[in-house]
């Protein structure tokens, strides 16, 4: 099959209904997304806790003193003093658990549905945080950071899900970006709980830890409380139940076209035994590739390296502490309040023009940032005040960037391109990539930072660069597409449509290679 040929058997979904769809926007649906996305809370309450509890000393002095003394020492690089593979280990760590949890919950995703996942999700996370606060050395620690890793592959494998396959398909991208909004939130949450805690020595950083466990237990109810949604109940053999489900959440009886797209989607689904060995055919081929490049790419923007260590870089920049935490509160409040702007303008605007026009302004940010530091800032220099608000002025701009572009929509676009069958396995190599990418980020950033100085920021403007391009050239518009009518978008395609194998329905006449119009989106 990977070699070429035509594609027989069961086809999945060959016939666009879309026009056919009926139904509205319920309360029932947006209540049932917005639980679902707090699970986004809790990646985002991580992301924002860690940068902000190593740049504690009493976190750093109990568990971390050679860089408690290295901070503290009068003489040391401004780029290096934070150094240190433990410590970067301590953050990075929660990332690989997550990589291969994320992977061991495709198969509960599919055969016990999206809500399993998000209850496993919740209760590891639990325990995680709970193990964290109440640390008494390293090894404690890390088993603790590597529970909340297995809860955030679980959840961000199953999330992202839940609300693609709930939303209606003209407000799939508004929906789905829930999960962003939830993980900025959490983000902006943690760094406020930190400039808090900060205060309170020597054990504040044990209560921004702990707290952690709110989000968990608001994820484990209601993963528990939420209605499974129709695509996994057709899945798994519960049609008639789907179709309750579909009704309720469409406020409609007339659910036949968007029902049955999902009987066919499931008909192919139940028909393939591997799906990661599915997956790698020729007829899957562009979603694989965007599955792959578009978590790269989100984590390459930079991101994460700004949000895990914002404190830590602002004080290498020469900030003070509490100004450090201050202007990573900042940075989060930015990212919270820019994803709403993504929200409003994503079913009407588009996937694309948000992409190129987030990538576009965030390489402008970097190479500013690039520029300052390396004029003003370097060795045994620190930043004026003038210069260090124009740096943090330009930060809140380039995360403004993110968080109304590669942010919610590095999530939202592999979750709607896959097919049933492929789904929640293709989610898992989403994530699994994010959470790789985002390891080796969190691994090597304050080592690059060392090495490279302020290099380190062209190097993520290049790679900004490289996937802009690359979604003007070869991601199509998803905008108002029924989610289970996807794979005919890459038939359409200019590019894609060459490597996709042609559809062989069959009919009353004898077979027939099934058509579509050429689009270039």
Same mark, same amino acid.
């Given at each position: 099959?990977?070699?070429?040929?035509?594609?027989?058997?069961?086809?999945?979904?060959?016939?666009?209904?879309?026009?056919?769809?009926?139904?509205?926007?319920?309360?029932?649906?947006?209540?049932?997304?917005?639980?679902?996305?707090?699970?986004?809370?809790?990646?985002?309450?991580? =992301? $924002? &806790?860690?940068? !902000?509890?190593?740049?504690?000393?009493?976190? %750093?002095?109990?568990?971390? @003193?050679?860089?408690? +003394?290295?901070?503290?020492?009068?003489?040391?690089?401004?780029?290096?003093?934070?150094?240190?593979?433990?410590?970067?280990?301590?953050?990075?760590?929660?990332?690989?658990?997550?990589?291969?949890?994320?992977?061991?919950?495709?198969?509960?995703?599919?055969?016990?549905?999206?809500?399993?996942?998000?209850?496993?999700?919740?209760?590891?996370?639990?325990?995680?945080?709970?193990?964290?606060?109440?640390?008494?050395?390293?090894?404690?620690?890390?088993?603790?950071?590597?529970?909340?890793? =297995? $809860? &955030?592959?679980? !959840?961000?494998?199953?999330?992202?899900?839940? %609300?693609?396959?709930?939303? @209606?398909?003209?407000? +799939?991208?508004?929906?789905?970006?829930?999960?962003?909004?939830?993980?900025?939130?959490?983000?902006?949450?943690?760094?406020?709980?930190?400039?808090?805690?900060?205060?309170?020595?020597?054990?504040?950083?044990?209560?921004?830890?702990?707290?952690?466990?709110?989000?968990?237990?608001?994820?484990?109810?209601?993963?528990?409380?939420?209605?499974?949604?129709?695509?996994?109940?057709?899945?798994?053999?519960?049609?008639?139940?789907?179709?309750?489900?579909?009704?309720?959440?469409?406020?409609?009886?007339?659910?036949?076209?968007?029902?049955?797209?999902?009987?066919?989607?499931?008909?192919?689904?139940?028909?393939?035994?591997?799906?990661?060995?599915?997956?790698?055919?020729?007829?899957?081929?562009?979603?694989?590739?965007?599955?792959?490049?578009?978590?790269?790419?989100?984590?390459?923007?930079?991101?994460?390296?700004?949000?895990?260590?914002?404190?830590?870089?602002?004080?290498?920049?020469?900030?003070?502490?509490?100004?450090?935490?201050?202007?990573?509160?900042?940075?989060?409040?930015?990212?919270?309040?820019?994803?709403?702007?993504?929200?409003?303008?994503?079913?009407?605007?588009?996937?694309?023009?948000?992409?190129?026009?987030?990538?576009?302004?965030?390489?402008?940010?970097?190479?500013?940032?690039?520029?300052?530091?390396?004029?003003?800032?370097?060795?045994?220099?620190?930043?004026?005040?003038?210069?260090?608000?124009?740096?943090?002025?330009?930060?809140?701009?380039?995360?403004?960037?993110?968080?109304?572009?590669?942010?919610?929509?590095?999530?939202?676009?592999?979750?709607?391109?896959?097919?049933?069958?492929?789904?929640?396995?293709?989610?898992?190599?989403?994530?699994?990539?994010?959470?790789?990418?985002?390891?080796?980020?969190?691994?090597?950033?304050?080592?690059?930072?060392?090495?490279?100085?302020?290099?380190?920021?062209?190097?993520?403007?290049?790679?900004?660069?490289?996937?802009?391009?690359?979604?003007?050239?070869?991601?199509?518009?998803?905008?108002?597409?029924?989610?289970?009518?996807?794979?005919?978008?890459?038939?359409?395609?200019?590019?894609?449509?060459?490597?996709?194998?042609?559809?062989?329905?069959?009919?009353?006449?004898?077979?027939?290679?099934?058509?579509?119009?050429?689009?270039?989106?």
């Amino acid at each position: 099959m990977a070699g070429g040929g035509v594609v027989h058997g069961p086809v999945g979904v060959a016939k666009e209904r879309a026009q056919q769809y009926k139904g509205r926007v319920t309360p029932y649906v947006v209540m049932a997304c917005l639980v679902a996305a707090v699970g986004g809370s809790i990646f985002g309450y991580d =992301i $924002g &806790i860690s940068g !902000g509890v190593t740049s504690m000393d009493p976190f %750093l002095k109990k568990f971390f @003193p050679v860089v408690y +003394r290295k901070k503290n020492s009068q003489s040391h690089n401004n780029y290096c003093e934070y150094d240190n593979q433990g410590l970067a280990a301590f953050t990075s760590s929660l990332y690989l658990a997550g990589l291969v949890a994320s992977l061991a919950a495709s198969p509960v995703t599919r055969k016990h549905g999206r809500r399993a996942s998000i209850v496993c999700g919740g209760i590891s996370f639990l325990v995680g945080a709970t193990l964290n606060s109440a640390a008494v050395n390293l090894p404690m620690l890390i088993l603790g950071r590597i529970m909340l890793g =297995i $809860g &955030i592959g679980f !959840g961000n494998q199953a999330v992202p899900l839940y %609300l693609s396959e709930m939303a @209606p398909a003209h407000l +799939r991208g508004g929906l789905n970006m829930m999960f962003q909004l939830a993980t900025t939130l959490g983000i902006f949450s943690a760094n406020m709980i930190n400039y808090g805690t900060e205060k309170i020595k020597p054990w504040g950083w044990r209560l921004s830890l702990g707290l952690a466990a709110a989000p968990a237990i608001l994820m484990t109810i209601g993963g528990a409380l939420l209605p499974e949604t129709p695509n996994s109940l057709v899945e798994q053999g519960r049609a008639e139940e789907g179709r309750r489900v579909l009704e309720k959440i469409r406020g409609t009886n007339d659910v036949d076209a968007e029902l049955q797209d999902m009987v066919e989607a499931s008909e192919l689904a139940n028909s393939i035994e591997h799906p990661f060995r599915n997956i790698l055919e020729r007829r899957n081929r562009p979603q694989l590739i965007m599955a792959i490049l578009m978590p790269t790419f989100q984590i390459l923007t930079g991101i994460n390296s700004i949000l895990f260590y914002a404190p830590v870089l602002f004080q290498s920049m020469g900030f003070g502490g509490n100004a450090a935490l201050y202007s990573s509160v900042m940075t989060g409040a930015v990212l919270a309040s820019s994803t709403l702007v993504s929200i409003a303008t994503v079913d009407r605007w588009g996937r694309r023009p948000l992409l190129i026009g987030g990538g576009l302004q965030m390489i402008v940010c970097q190479v500013a940032v690039a520029v300052i530091l390396g004029v003003k800032f370097g060795g045994d220099k620190q930043l004026s005040k003038d210069f260090s608000i124009v740096v943090v002025v330009v930060f809140c701009l380039f995360v403004a960037a993110f968080g109304w572009s590669w942010g919610p929509l590095g999530w939202t676009v592999p979750s709607e391109i896959f097919p049933l069958e492929t789904r929640s396995a293709g989610q898992s190599i989403t994530v699994s990539v994010n959470l790789l990418f985002t390891f080796a980020i969190a691994q090597s950033f304050l080592s690059l930072l060392c090495s490279f100085k302020f290099g380190i920021f062209l190097f993520f403007a290049g790679w900004i660069t490289i996937m802009t391009v690359f979604v003007y050239v070869f991601l199509p518009e998803t905008k108002g597409v029924p989610i289970e009518e996807m794979i005919l978008l890459w038939r359409k395609h200019w590019f894609w449509k060459r490597v996709m194998p042609p559809i062989e329905v069959a009919d009353e006449g004898g077979p027939a290679e099934a058509e579509l119009p050429d689009t270039r989106l």
